[in-house]
């Protein structure tokens, strides 16, 4: 099946910083990515969509000056949470859909922001 | 507005005791139906795409199936190493249209 990668898969920064979270589609390319957040025993909440090369469209309630998304090319978008507070803390998943609208999830980021 | 809903929210199993998970939607128009699990800390991981009324798939002992209204995982004679939450999830056939998720349902299978 076809493979998402996630970087990092844990990450720990200070409050007020800034953290970057890459996502890969290794074996496809994918024409939309998208960003969710799971909160702890809750379903996936969509954060985001992508397309290469435009600009994100971004669910009802996310900042988007917070969650700065980029889908760079065909195989790679970026998340990166700005100036980090501890509500940020939260397991985030990246997802890729291929040609045939098929979409595979990565394995995640657990972001903890002290 | 495009709705799942899966039941039950939680199921316990002894081993090798088959059972079947139910995805109920709506949809104004039907792209796919996904099935995916989901364990502890992880991403979900893909497995099954439904496209149209009647359509079953089949991987090891699980088993999914389509109608017009819901969709069914079947789980033959389980195993432990088969417990994890189980996703459902619809695509409209609108363009960029997005997954609607159910809530899930936690499997655990006793040995």
């Known amino acids: 099946g076809a493979v998402v990668s996630q970087h990092p898969s844990r990450v720990i920064c200070k409050s007020g910083t800034s953290v970057k979270i890459e996502c890969r589609s290794l074996d496809f390319q994918a024409t939309t990515m998208f960003w969710y957040r799971q909160f702890p025993k809750k379903s996936l909440m969509l954060m985001a969509t992508?397309?290469?090369?435009?600009?994100?469209?971004?669910e009802q309630g996310v900042e988007k000056d917070k969650f700065l998304i980029n889908h760079a090319s065909l195989t790679l978008s970026t998340l990166t949470v700005t100036s980090a507070h501890p509500e940020d803390s939260s397991f985030y998943i990246c997802?890729?859909?291929?040609?045939?609208?098929?979409?595979?999830f990565g394995p995640g980021t657990r972001l903890t922001v002290t | 507005e495009d709705q799942v809903t899966q039941s039950p929210e939680a199921l316990r199993l002894q081993e090798g005791e088959s059972s079947s998970l139910n995805c109920s939607y709506t949809?104004?128009?039907?792209?796919?139906l996904f099935w995916y699990r989901q364990d502890p800390g992880k991403g979900p991981e893909f497995l099954f795409t439904?496209?149209?009324a009647g359509e079953e798939k089949e991987k090891e002992r699980l088993k999914a199936t389509l109608t017009k209204k819901e969709s069914f995982l079947h789980i033959t004679a389980p195993k432990p190493e088969d417990s994890a939450t189980y996703l459902c999830a619809v695509q409209a056939s609108t363009a960029n249209s997005k997954l609607t998720f159910g809530k899930g349902i936690t499997l655990s299978v006793r040995p």
């Open positions: 949809v104004s128009g039907l792209r796919g």
């Open positions: 992508s397309n290469e090369g435009s600009k994100a469209t971004y």
């Open positions: 997802s890729a859909r291929g040609r045939n609208y098929e979409q595979y």
């Open positions: 439904l496209y149209s």
